[in-house]
RNA sequence: GGCGCGGUAGCCAAGUGGUAAGGCAGAGGUCUGCAAAACCUUUAUUCGGCGGUUCGAUCCCGCCCCGCGCCUCCA
């Protein structure tokens, strides 16, 4: 079965194709560099990675765009506070995001677009929505008029054309003609940053970032538009209006959201204050590994409950593969190949590769994965497996890294770091192995619990000795 | 209230109209000087509840119960 994904906007599961040939032209909406992202928010970033990585694998050729929101409420007043400008105050917050981003080992999109770099996007984008008859202004704020797009709340599925106009809410501290009407350019206020425009000096409203970056990297119609659920309604319908208020053509052909992380039944978010952030996790001494894999191993639109006990469970099962791998490149084997085990390879990625067809199920692909490595196992037991078939279980453990990513373990830090050499740990095995030779086993033991204190863990198996960093 | 998602073994979780993948934990075993590590085997007569359709439903339909999300900034 051919590469499908379900789309928010017709509810369905579809048959991918890209508007153009193989190129696939993606945008993704990024973060609001206010403070550290959570998990919770990188539950959504590793979901774009996933499908990042398999589009590629499918022989797509990618552009991609992610926004980066250096401009809001939240970072002017963090800015305030600080006595710094919203220049610096979002330097700090981008580095880091893009280090963690780097740790969980996300690839970087082909474009970052900061808003900031792009008003004058937004400027036009803006211009061309007045000159559409699709804004109002109140007090040097302009506005959407969403009465002018009828096919507003397509994408949510709300039905908007019973409700009240001319009601005054007052929400953001804004005035607007409708309560569903979004701003576009909010009018300087204070001592707050500002741009001077046609339509007055401010700031851009949220929505008109993500349509006129999208829109000037990528084209009017993009092929996938992906973020948390959580977008879907306001920030994706916005985007929708503004866009094809503009161009009269589809904005995006394939809305993908993901569900959110929770933590105790309820979503991971700064506002309920139960969240945990990457570097918190990496303090607790959890690789970024463990991390990557429980975000990655739930299908992307089920929800995720954050657990400890599943971050541990993430960490073993782990292991179980680097041990496999380890097993596949230390064992003597007999020569040549047996033929049933290199289709039973081949079988497994084509069972991965359906897994991840569907909709990137990601639960699926990884039972394709384990059932493989215990039938190999097995194999290996039985002295069934052979020199050559090592390229066929290699190439499976490839495709599978080529989206996962776990295989290798991250730098050590810290305690670590300074641990043994190879060369040393290797010349203590040797001399284990010589005092096991002399039956003097306590000696051998003695070697034994000092490399397991550093953190060294011996294997003894039929063919010598094994030795693995825990 | 509107829109949407979900309730499968101790935990996480896939899935199909014909009688339940996988991971972790638990139990047993192989190996071993003893261990450890590793590996193997095993663990739901049952898929929130009640009806219905069907030869047959966890999977289709209806109702109910429970949990969650969006409807305001939010991944």
């Given amino acids: 079965m051919p590469l499908r994904f379900y789309n928010t906007l017709t509810q369905e599961v579809e048959l991918f194709r890209p508007l153009e040939d193989n190129l696939v032209r993606m945008y993704t909406c990024g973060p609001t560099v206010y403070n550290y992202v959570h998990i919770g928010n990188f539950r959504t970033f590793t979901f774009q990675d996933i499908l990042r990585r398999w589009l590629k694998y499918r022989g797509y050729q990618l552009n991609h765009v992610m926004n980066v929101t250096d401009v809001d409420d939240k970072i002017i007043a963090g800015a305030a506070r600080e006595g710094k400008s919203i220049a610096d105050y979002t330097a700090v917050y981008t580095k880091a995001f893009f280090e963690d981003a780097a740790t969980l080992r996300l690839q970087q999109p082909e474009h970052v677009a900061p808003a900031t770099k792009h008003i004058a996007q937004m400027v036009d984008a803006i211009e061309k929505l007045s000159a559409h008859g699709s804004t109002y202004t109140n007090d040097g704020s302009t506005y959407f008029r969403i009465t002018t797009f009828p096919e507003y709340g397509k994408l949510s599925h709300n039905d908007f054309s019973g409700m009240k106009t001319g009601a005054r809410v007052d929400v953001d501290e804004y005035d607007k003609a409708d309560a569903r009407d979004f701003v576009l350019w909010k009018a300087r206020k204070g001592d707050e940053p500002y741009w001077d425009t046609p339509f007055g000096a401010g700031r851009p409203g949220w929505h008109i970032e993500c349509s006129a970056m999208a829109m000037a990297y990528l084209g009017e119609t993009l092929d996938i538009h992906a973020g948390g659920i959580d977008l879907v309604f306001p920030h994706h319908e916005n985007e929708i ?230």
């Fill in 241 to 470: 209006a503004q866009s094809e208020s503009i161009t009269g053509k589809s904005f995006a052909r394939y809305w993908l959201h993901s569900e959110h992380l929770h933590i105790e039944s309820q979503k991971m978010s700064k506002s309920l204050g139960n969240f945990y952030t990457l570097r918190d996790l990496l303090g607790q001494g959890y690789a970024p590994e463990a991390i990557r894999y429980l975000l990655a191993s739930v299908p992307y639109r089920k929800k995720l409950n954050f657990t400890f006990e599943g971050l541990k469970a993430a960490s073993k099962t782990i292991e179980r593969l680097r041990d496999f791998e380890l097993r596949l490149t230390s064992t003597k084997l007999p020569r040549g190949r047996n033929d049933a085990i290199a289709e039973r390879s081949a079988q497994a990625i084509r069972a991965f590769e359906d897994a991840l067809d569907d909709d990137l199920n990601t639960a699926e692909a990884l039972a394709a994965i384990f059932e493989y490595v215990r039938e190999i196992n097995s194999a290996l037991d039985a002295g069934e497996f052979r020199e050559e078939n090592r390229w066929d279980a290699a190439k499976v453990l490839e495709v599978f890294d080529s989206v996962f990513d776990v295989l290798k373990p991250s730098e050590t830090t810290g305690a670590q770091a300074d641990s043994l050499s190879d060369a040393e740990i290797e010349k203590l095995v040797t001399e284990r192995n010589q005092a096991k030779k002399a039956r003097d086993f306590a000696r051998a033991d003695a070697v034994r619990n000092q490399l397991l204190e550093q953190g060294i863990v011996l294997e003894d198996t039929k063919e010598g000795v094994r030795w693995k960093r825990k």
